[in-house]
Nanobody, 124 residues
Framework: VQLQASGGGLVQAGGSLRLSCVTS????????MGWFRQAPGKEREFVAV????????SYSDSVKGRFAVSRDDSKNTVYLQMNSLKPEDTAVYYC??????????????????WGQGTQVTVSS
């Protein structure tokens, strides 16, 4: 299984970006899909998750109300719409896939497959 994240870039504070993550294979609809981020010198942290079949979503407190996660199973793609971006959102953003769960899981170790990451930089 391969995950390819894209859509990162440089944006001013208050701006928006939409990240996409395309997953190979035929089992995308059975995966819970998560977004994580990692800033320099910090641990990878949970951002958002959408369960298989889109039944549940969850967000970290730092992005709740500003970010929205969605998925299109016909395109094997999960999205992260990021609005009202802040400099502290600057990080490499990773998508991840978890098998065999319907729960909106948030721990790094619960995910089976990871994408390569896309850089998001928010200038003040």
């Amino acid at each position: 299984v391969q995950l390819q994240a894209s859509g990162g870039g440089l944006v001013q504070a208050g701006g928006s970006l939409r990240l996409s993550c395309v997953t190979s294979g035929r089992s995308f609809s059975t995966y819970t899909m998560g977004w994580f981020r990692q800033a320099p010198g910090k641990e990878r942290e949970f951002v958002a998750v959408i369960s298989r079949q889109g039944g549940a979503t969850s967000y970290s407190d730092s992005v709740k109300g500003r970010f929205a996660v969605s998925r299109d199973d016909s395109k094997n793609t999960v999205y992260l719409q990021m609005n009202s971006l802040k400099p502290e959102d600057t990080a490499v953003y990773y998508c991840a896939a978890a098998r065999n769960t319907y729960r909106p899981i948030q721990r790094v170790n619960d995910y089976d497959y990871w994408g390569q990451g896309t850089q998001v930089t928010v200038s003040s």
